[in-house]
């Protein structure tokens, strides 16, 4: 049984950091692009970041390019979020998500993601 489990959340005024973890389990993780999506209250989920298999591509919304990094260390089987200089905006649940079939870059819609974590809440004050 394929589980992804998002931690890290939390609520931080403007302009602090967080650092989401997702850690994967029951799949080759290093068989799957990894992605991060977020959803604002009353929006829908939107395409955050993606990272490739081995890590040598990753993606980013234009919202939050510059201030967010993605990486993953396919040992543990974990990709991370790192978020800097957050903004009221960037309030939303997050998730990650696995694709197992992009083979060699990244994919940043919903629909090639086949596993989902539940979700952790970023809570950003002004």
């Known amino acids: 049984q394929v589980q992804l489990v998002e931690s890290g959340g939390g609520l931080v005024q403007a302009g602090g950091s967080l650092r989401l973890s997702c850690a994967a389990s029951?799949?080759?993780?290093?068989?799957?692009?990894m992605g991060w999506f977020r959803r604002g209250p009353g929006k829908e989920r939107e395409f955050v970041a993606a990272?490739?298999?081995?890590?040598?591509?990753?993606s980013y919304s234009v919202f939050v390019k510059g201030r967010f990094t993605i990486s993953r260390d396919n040992a543990k089987s974990t990709v991370y979020l790192q978020m800097d200089n957050l903004k009221p905006e960037d309030t939303a649940v997050y998730y990650c998500?696995?694709?197992?079939?992009?083979?060699?870059?990244?994919?940043?819609?919903?629909?090639?993601?086949?596993?989902w974590g539940q979700g952790t809440q970023v809570t950003v004050s002004s």
């Open positions: 998500a696995a694709d197992r079939r992009t083979r060699y870059g990244v994919a940043e819609a919903t629909t090639w993601y086949d596993y």
């Open positions: 990272i490739s298999r081995s890590g040598d591509r990753t």
């Open positions: 029951g799949l080759t993780f290093s068989s799957h692009a």
